[in-house]
């Protein structure tokens, strides 16, 4: 099923749950605008390449248009689509005051050199120059994109309005208008968010055990944080595999960064330094670290790593998702028969977008917070939205992913009727 058909079954089952109204419910099953467009660019050997750039703005009842870009190769309209839906319900979910939007390339950033990526970058923001803006659609980071991405499109857009406007996109360099904190930010949220289920399922940190498909920023800020906190990472995978802990050996999240980043790679053993074990650790594919008898399974790479072919198969108990659609509709059903908690995207992920929110504040205000302000306000957000979520869940007697979407819907129904929508 493709993601935009899996986002609008959850819009149905939610809009079903709160008997949304009928005309909310027509105008929020459609994004409001979609602009597709075509990218020439110049490559290093002096041919030219057309590329697929797209930015859906879904909806901004409550507040302007925000979403990131990506760049990947199987980036399509469709895609984009369902990405730009979910922002939409995460800004709700948090409480911030942004509406919904994604963008992307169709392109393989590794094929590309430093100054092609540039001018890829580029030619895509002279293209959204008439519809993004510090108070109508602000871009952020995404799959396979960055600090420095954001500030080639920041600049590029300065240059062409003939002043400087930081505001238009988040996650940019704190040479350029970034905030402290934006980095670790959505792995930070995600860990925020699992503390407080963790309390209310009383879990002992020292006995749960996690396994992270996806060990990129996300997956990695959130295992290091996990880790601090006593809990237990037994596997980790990127796109090209992983490395499972086989016998109870300490496993350190920011080693196997460090190895992965001198090797290109999480290889088969855990080197710490020179120092390397291959006897307690062994290599892991990305299908079978999903099926481990884990207490926790993240998945933290692109949607639909979780279907219903593989959704049986699932061991863990508790399935964080940070990947933007990581379990598709068909495997959450199968999941919650079994009796496993889905902690749902739209509010285990949504430390990213907030700490966006707190970095475009600064920048319209011109006045900097520290890291310990960013990341204690970034705490009162994600457990509120939490305690809120899970209010709802028991309300409705459902999931805790209906009951997201129960409180974003009927936030941005209220902003729709006040606004006469």
């Known amino acids: 099923m493709k993601p935009f058909n899996n986002a609008l079954e959850q819009l149905k089952k939610a809009a079903e749950l709160v008997e949304l109204n009928k005309n909310i419910w027509e105008r929020i099953k ?5 602009l597709q467009v075509s990218l020439p660019v110049k490559l290093d050997n002096g041919e030219w390449e057309v590329f697929e750039g797209y930015r859906v703005q879904y909806n901004n009842s409550r507040g302007p248009y925000k979403g990131g870009i990506r760049f990947h190769p199987k ?50 923001t002279q293209k959204l120059v008439g ?6 659609d602000i871009p952020a980071p995404d799959v396979n994109t960055n600090s420095q991405i954001m500030a080639w499109m920041a600049d590029e857009y300065s240059k062409i309005k003939g002043y400087n406007v930081p505001g238009v996109v988040t996650g940019k360099p704190l040479e350029f208008g970034g905030s402290l904190g934006r980095n670790e930010a959505t792995g930070l949220g995600g860990f925020f968010v699992f503390e407080q289920l963790a309390k209310r399922l009383k ?4 006995k749960t055990t996690v396994a992270i498909q996806g060990f990129g920023n996300v997956g990695c800020n959130l295992a290091v944080f996990l880790h601090r906190a006593g809990y ?35 290889d088969g053993c855990y080197c710490r330094g020179t120092v390397c074990d291959c006897l307690n650790f062994a290599k892991i594919d990305n299908e079978k670290l999903l099926q481990l008898p884990v207490d926790v399974l993240v998945p933290a790479a692109l949607e639909g790593a979780i279907h219903e072919k593989n959704a049986g198969k699932v061991k863990a108990k508790i399935i964080l998702e940070m990947a933007n659609g990581g379990v598709t509709p068909g495997a959450e059903e199968k999941l919650n028969k079994k009796g496993i908690t889905v902690v749902p995207d739209v509010l285990a992920n949504a430390g990213g977008v907030v700490v966006s929110y707190f970095e475009w504040v600064q920048n319209l205000q011109n006045y900097y917070w520290t890291l310990e302000e960013v990341n204690e306000k970034l ?43």
């Open 30 to 34: 459609k994004p409001d605008n979609v």
């Open 75 to 124: 980036t399509d309209l469709n895609e984009v689509k369902a990405l730009a839906f979910w922002m939409t319900i995460k800004c709700a979910v948090v409480g911030i005051p942004y509406g919904g939007a994604k963008g992307g390339i169709t392109v393989d950033p590794k094929k590309l050199s430093v100054g092609e990526l540039e001018r890829l970058t580029r030619a895509f």
């Open 131 to 136: 519809f993004i803006g510090s108070e109508k």
């Open 203 to 206: 879990l002992n940190s020292k």
């Open 232 to 266: 237990k990472i037994v596997a980790v995978s990127d796109s090209q595999g992983g490395i499972l802990n086989k016998n109870g050996e300490e496993m350190d999240p920011e080693e196997i960064m460090k190895a992965k980043k001198q090797k290109g790679q999480i």
């Open 379 to 421: 705490k009162k957000i994600m457990d509120e939205a939490f305690e809120e979520v899970w209010q709802k869940k028991e309300k409705y007697q459902t999931n805790l992913r209906m009951g997201a979407f129960a409180l974003a819907l009927e936030r941005i129904e209220r902003a729709m009727r006040v606004r006469g929508m």
